[in-house]
Structures are given as structure tokens and as C-alpha cells.
């Protein structure tokens, strides 16, 4: 099994910043009234929606690893 290093570390992050910068290109005004949603979101919503997406990438990169 191979350890995960820094670069692999580097390239998700690089992902996550290449799929939010297409996003505000394509839609502005959606990632706007998302970001307006996710200001008047109850702290338990987001910390659920918040621990299912890390699950979910989680069990993601475990899949693609193995």
C-alpha cells in the first residue's frame, strides 16, 4: 500500500479550487444565492451536510486507492 504524500495532498486541493473556480465562472449568481443559503443554514444542517460530504470523499478516495 502506498502512503499518500504531500503531492497527492496538493492535487485535491488543486481539484477543489479548479471545481469552485468553474463553478462562480459558470453561475455566479447560483454560487451567490448558495453561499446566501448556507449563511441562513442552522449550524446542525451544515455540520451534517458537512460530515456527509467528508464520508463520502472519504470512502471515495478509498475506493480509488484500492
Request: charged share 15%; aromatic share 10%.
Amino acid at each position: 500500500m502506498r502512503a499518500i504524500g504531500f503531492g497527492d495532498f496538493f492535487v485535491g486541493i488543486g481539484m477543489v479550487l479548479i471545481l469552485e473556480g468553474l463553478l462562480f465562472t459558470a453561475n455566479p449568481n447560483w454560487m451567490r444565492s448558495a453561499m446566501k443559503s448556507a449563511m441562513e443554514s442552522p449550524d446542525n444542517i451544515l455540520r451534517a451536510v458537512g460530515l456527509v460530504s467528508a464520508v463520502i470523499g472519504l470512502i471515495l478516495i478509498w475506493l480509488v486507492r484500492h
